[in-house]
């Protein structure tokens, strides 16, 4: 579980700090093995580079290399958190006396880091030359023409999907395990359940019994069904209504 949590949480902090990080990496290419004054200076600063960029590439190229890095989020953060959270509960932590040890806690540290950073450096890679790319004007850096995806696949659809259903999935499914809940208790000769009185109910009793972690049960399913389940709904009702009016001119 801290391996699924901290890298979800990850991804859902990248959403809002993407686009810090294409005006980073292209702040940190400009000049590249280039004397000071030599060369054009595309963004003068932050704020400078956020305008430009939106200017000249469009807002949406403040979100590049976004796929890319929520996986590198989710696998490093996953990995070093989740690493760590693991050492932390096996007791590796602690002295034979049972005190917190900071010998080996910034050992267990640095070796999550070390792990996560190292498994997710291809991703950043990935990331980093997505990011990079912008129009002639305004570009810094070699310029890779990595594609993801082809224009208007399927699979942009499903890409988008994937990565706006993390906010879906973490809103919905309390109330989607409540709901579970409520269909399957038993009941009584009159239909009335026997477990909860309402949803209210089934709510409160399971974050008192279960914890908060209890109303997340079930959300990795949940999250690989949902970009799946929207893509495939509207792609089949697209197929069924151009059938319907195929057939009935």
């Known amino acids: 579980m801290d391996f699924l949590m901290s890298g979800l949480a990850a991804c859902g902090a990248c959403l809002f700090t993407n686009p810090l990080e294409v005006v980073k990496t292209r702040m940190q290419l400009q000049g590249e093995l280039q004397a000071r004054g030599t060369y054009q200076r595309h963004y003068r600063n932050v704020f400078h580079a956020f305008i430009t960029i939106g200017k000249v590439d469009g807002l949406a190229a403040l979100q590049k290399g976004l796929a890319p890095a929520l996986l590198y989020q989710f696998l490093m953060n996953g990995i070093r958190l989740g690493t760590y959270g693991l050492a932390e509960a096996g007791g590796y932590l602690h002295t034979a006396e049972g005190t917190l040890s900071p010998v080996r806690s910034a050992a267990a540290g640095a070796l999550a880091g070390v792990t996560g950073a190292y498994l997710g450096s291809p991703i950043y890679m990935v990331k980093t030359h997505l990011q990079a790319q912008a129009a002639t004007e305004i570009a810094v850096g070699h310029q890779y023409s990595h594609q993801i995806f082809p224009p208007q696949s399927w699979k942009v659809a499903l890409a988008a999907a994937m990565i706006s259903g993390i906010a879906v999935v973490l809103a919905m499914t309390p109330f989607d395990v409540v709901s579970t809940r409520l ?61 319907y009016y195929t057939y009935t001119k």
């Not at 309402?198 to 970009?227: C, H, N, P």
């Open 183 to 243: 269909y399957n208790q038993p009941t009584d000769a009159q239909g009335k359940g026997l477990m909860y009185r309402g949803w209210l109910d089934a709510l409160l009793q399971t974050v008192r019994t279960e914890g908060i972690f209890g109303m997340y049960k079930g959300i990795g399913a949940s999250y690989f069904r949902l970009g799946p389940h929207t893509i495939l709904s509207l792609f089949f009702w697209d197929q069924l209504r151009t059938l």
